[in-house]
T-cell receptor, first 111, second 113 residues
Framework: GNSVTQMEGPVTLSEEAFLTINCTYT??????LFWYVQYPGEGLQLLLK?????DKGSNKGFEATYRKETTSFHLEKGSVQVSDSAVYFC??????????FGAGTTVTVRA | DAGVIQSPRHEVTEMGQEVTLRCKPI?????LFWYRQTMMRGLELLIY????????DSGMPEDRFSAKMPNASFSTLKIQPSEPRDSAVYFC???????????FGEGSRLTVL
């Protein structure tokens, strides 16, 4: 079945540091890939997505590229801010239209 | 526009009591999902509906859990009887048919003592 494996946290960074959260997936066919973000006390929000190989999703300074050859969708941001402190979820949607989520990575950015 | 609305936001109850969580999806969305989030297991899909019909309930942990969607604008998730291990945040989410983005509610935090 479809599954997502993402880097375990927690991750603690200083402001303006570079952030990478690794995500790899297992799926049949051609899934769509997503990153969701959950701020404290809130539900999940879509951060970015990519629907086919080599697509790059980007939003709020975050980027992720759909790499079919390595079955990866790593999230990156060049300069994080305190407001980026949240839990980040990698997710995959296959032909059955169900989203499979990774375990989530807690990111804390310190001023 | 209103997003996905869940109630209650917080519920504390005693073991053995019945718990009902409620969800109002975004108007016009065809799909509704119930997720459970815990530290141990992360986000788990419990059940989802398409046009008010339950499509896949394989994630429902046991018979104590049931979900209904009597109309396009309302769904409930019921736990009877509740147990301490049911303590979690329960999220409802909805999306359009063919849409790629899933819209989440703010969640219902359940604590079973």
């Amino acid at each position: 079945g479809n599954s997502v494996t993402q880097m375990e946290g927690p991750v603690t960074l200083s402001e303006e540091a570079f952030l990478t959260i690794n995500c790899t997936y297992t799926a049949t066919g051609y899934p769509s890939l997503f990153w969701y973000v959950q701020y404290p006390g809130e539900g999940l929000q879509l951060l970015l997505k990519a629907t086919k190989a080599d697509d790059k999703g980007s939003n709020k300074g975050f980027e992720a590229t759909y790499r079919k050859e390595t079955t990866s969708f790593h999230l990156e941001k060049g300069s994080v801010q305190v407001s980026d402190s949240a839990v980040y979820f990698c997710a995959l949607r296959g032909g059955d239209y169900k989203l499979s989520f990774g375990a989530g990575t807690t990111v804390t950015v310190r001023a | 526009d209103a997003g996905v609305i869940q109630s209650p936001r917080h519920e504390v109850t005693e073991m053995g009591q019945e718990v009902t969580l409620r969800c109002k999806p975004i108007s016009g969305h065809d799909y509704l999902f119930w997720y459970r989030q815990t530290m141990m297991r992360g986000l788990e899909l419990l059940i989802y509906f398409n046009n008010n019909v339950p499509i896949d309930d394989s994630g429902m942990p046991e018979d104590r859990f049931s979900a209904k969607m009597p109309n396009a604008s309302f769904s409930t998730l019921k736990i009877q009887p509740s147990e301490p291990r049911d303590s979690a945040v329960y999220f409802c989410a909805s999306r359009l048919d063919g849409g790629r983005e899933l819209f989440f509610g703010e969640g219902s935090r359940l604590t079973v003592l």
